[in-house]
């Protein structure tokens, strides 16, 4: 089989994956990138320079050759192109093609009510809802979305981001967390107002007026750094903290091994969280905001994380000192965290899942899989999806 991606550039998030299909396929698989990286992306350490991949190519520097790849492919997957001209031709020839997609409408369904919003998505998704086209749910919220403009109905499946896995044996799993009584919280991102880091320095004011022995660790910088500094410093919590700025990714990995509960506190503007694979991957017990996308698809409420309901502060702090009062309770839940993403939600299950779901579509069969990446996506309203998880029907 020969399969391309076509996305607008390679990236941490997208190598394992990549990397994945690579070791499968061989010279048939390529990753088309469609643009140069932003400068505020490699700011942030996302370069991963294409040229050193030997599967990557580069629409920018071969387009009549990436063209051609992605139009003579078994299989074509497209992603965030900013290139309809691409996906338009591909779509047109009528051979199987795949797509991805984060949410449409993050500030709301709303926005669909828009006219000249409404023709843009014809354009590019209603009108091939009966072809040999398939789009894949970057994120739990992006299901209803595409459902509200009648887009690819029955063919909308399980997809998100996978990160590099690491396994670890038994013995390193169990002696991995710190023993010295303290329970280690780590917080990941940028410092910026959609993400609320805020929440952590928050709690951290809560656990030391109850007496809890913990520590923070805050892995990331943005425009809101400076102020949680100086806030931490005012507050007298400076000995529960410590600021990592920028952390490239491997140590966010190491960090997040030696702490025992991860919080991610973003609101609905966060399409995945990658970091929440991260640190599941890590053995931590996740307590997540129910809005970002990654939350429903990877985690199971009270058995391997907890999710509390939008960017309500005081059911988040209720979760983590209901973790606080009963550690021994819970701590199960950073294990099950570890085996989901280990046999489930990695980029090796996730490239299997998706040539084999590939080779169903050259035959015109679709073919979901059971669980996890490719098995059918629900269909359940952002203001639905809260209870959902916590009644376990996702």
Known sequence: MTFTFASNYINHHQIPLCDALYRRLGADFTFVQTMPMEQERIDMGWNADAHRLPYVKCLYEEESECRRRIMRSDVALLGWTEREDLAGERLASGKPTLRVSERLYREGQWRMLSPRGLRAKYREHVRY???????LCAGAYAASDFHLISAYPGKLFRWGYFTSLRTYGEEEFAAMKPQDGALHIVWAGRFIPLKHPEYAVRLAKTLRAKG????????????MERTLRQEVNDLGLK?????YGYTPPEKVRDVMEQCHIHLFTSNHLEGWGAVVNEGMNSGCVEVVSAQAGAAPYLIRHGENG?????????????LVLELFAHWERYAHMGRAAYETIRDVWNADRAADELLRFAGGLTDGKILPAKEGPLSAAPVISPRGMYRAMTEHRL
């Open 129 to 135: 809802r009966r072809q040999n086209v398939c789009m």
């Open 212 to 223: 809890y022995d913990f520590f923070v660790h805050m892995l990331g910088d943005g425009e």
């Open 239 to 243: 000995e529960h903290f410590r600021f």
């Open 306 to 318: 907890l999710v509390y309901p939008g960017s309500r502060y005081g059911e988040m702090e209720s």
